[in-house]
């Protein structure tokens, strides 16, 4: 049997032609399910349903043999355990600084001022002021980190844009980029070895699917 972990939304979506070209396709969506174990029309090939950040972590210990997670998910995991062959340009966006309008985010940097982060990406958000030598104190959150800085609790956020259309209709502006985001297949590191006969021919159908769109 292979594995595969994937997030519902977006992630699922997008990776859904991916395993098409693999000729992998699920029996049911899982929007329209509540079964966490999807089957496909492949009786060795199934599907779990997993928290995006999770996803690296049922790969890491062999619970899934493949998954597909952001770039976002994966530095903060920190990737252990994990191989990582290929860049599937989906789910893209940017990880980038975000103030309220009016807060004056250059003049506190420049003045050495201690800023209040809000953010779930806390290590991207170390590594990223402190190669500044801007010096933070990091509030950990797990979502709508766009309220924070509307009510006080931070001076700016840490959080993944697109559009920019979610900043900005909670007042927010984006001051800075960190990094480029999107998503990457990762595969357990025995299970390549051990499951090479199956793994390989997937890898390559999502390789060549992914340079076709370049
Ligand atoms: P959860 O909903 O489980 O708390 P999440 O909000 O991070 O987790 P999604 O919103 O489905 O989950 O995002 C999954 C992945 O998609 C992220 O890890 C990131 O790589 C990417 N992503 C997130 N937001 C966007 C966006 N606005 N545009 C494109 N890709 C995004
Ligand atoms: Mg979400």
Redo the contacts with the bound molecule.
Sequence with gaps: MITIAL?????FEETLPLLAAAGIVPSEAPESTRKLIIGTNQADVQLIIV???DVPTYVQYGAADLGV?????LIEHGGQGLYQPLDLEI???SLMVAVQNGFDYAEAVKQGARLRIAT?YTEQAKEHFASKGVHIDLIKL??SMELAPLVGLADAIVD????GS?LKANDLVAVEHIRD???RLVINQSALKLKQARIQPMLDAFTTTVNSRK
């Excluded at 997670?69 to 998910?73: E, L, M, N, T």
């Excluded at 993944?160 to 559009?163: A, E, P, R």
């Design positions: 997030s519902k939304g977006r992630i928290r995006a950040s997670a952001g770039k976002d998910v789910a893209k966006c779930k797990y979502g993944l844009v697109s559009t979610t985001i999107s998503s």
